[in-house]
């Protein structure tokens, strides 16, 4: 079945890194965009990143950008998430999500927690 599995998150001080882990299996990995969202307490969720099937292209968050660093390995069905610089208003759920890029099939990981504070 149709599984995307975050891993990564925890506790972190301002100022400090995080890298987020994404595994896909039960679908065809290489023909999706896939996408970090974050939701805070309260908040909508909101796209923090995205990056094309074949890793062309990337998208960033204007709140995200130049700390942020999306990347994926089709090899091995991973997604990647780099955060540098971290602020207490990065403090969320963050969420992998695939989307055939030609539409139609989108599918949800459960979350990993991560928490920026002194």
């Known amino acids: 079945q149709v599984q995307l599995v975050e891993s990564g998150g925890g506790l972190v001080q301002p100022g400090g890194s995080l890298s987020l882990s994404c595994a896909a299996s039960?679908?065809?990995?290489?023909?999706?965009?896939m996408t970090w969202y974050r939701q805070a307490p309260g908040k909508q969720r909101e796209l923090v990143a995205d990056i094309t099937s074949a890793g062309g292209s990337t998208n960033y968050a204007d709140s995200v950008k130049g700390r942020f660093t999306i990347s994926r390995d089709n090899a091995k069905n991973m997604v990647y998430l780099q955060m540098n610089s971290l602020k207490p208003e990065d403090t969320a759920v963050y969420y992998c999500?695939?989307?055939?890029?030609?539409?139609?099939?989108?599918?949800w990981g459960q979350g990993t927690q991560v928490t920026v504070s002194s």
């Open positions: 999500h695939a989307a055939h890029w030609r539409g139609g099939a989108k599918y």
């Open positions: 039960g679908f065809t990995y290489s023909s999706y965009t």
